[in-house]
């Protein structure tokens, strides 16, 4: 999970746990937009709850789905945490569900990547040689 974020140990409106990795990692890391990351975490609180199973597993289930991820690498500690995230596997979200955290977790891709009608917008600003 981006440097231990979607671990549900990181709730809005409330300070980092005591012993979280992420007091001397963080910076590390690559930038996360605060506003961003709690409303992922609260899309996936919601759906822990709708489902039984830990935020880490519902993140992992999630990021697992998505068509442009290859593979998922997980950090676990201990085999507690291991145990934990292979749990991630075997189950599948609703659809509802997927389209909660698409919504939650969606970004404007920079240029050149985000979608053909915006690149449009610059070749009527940059028309073909003649």
Excluded: C
């Amino acid at each position: 999970m981006p440097w231990g974020r979607l671990t549900g140990k990181i709730r809005r409106g409330q300070p980092l746990p005591e012993g979280s990795r992420l007091h001397q990692t963080a910076h590390y890391g690559p930038p996360v937009d605060d506003q961003k990351l709690y409303d992922i975490i609260d899309a996936l609180l919601e759906i822990s709850e709708e489902t039984g199973n830990t935020v880490p597993q519902i993140a992992l289930n999630w990021l697992i789905g998505r068509p442009t991820v290859a593979s998922v690498i997980i950090g676990a500690r201990n085999e507690e945490q291991l145990r934990q995230n292979l749990g991630a596997v075997g189950w599948s979200l609703s659809k509802e569900q997927v389209e909660k955290l698409d919504k939650a977790s969606a970004v404007t891709a920079p240029y050149p990547y985000f979608p053909y009608r915006r690149q449009e917008a610059f070749a009527r600003l940059n028309p073909p040689l003649v």
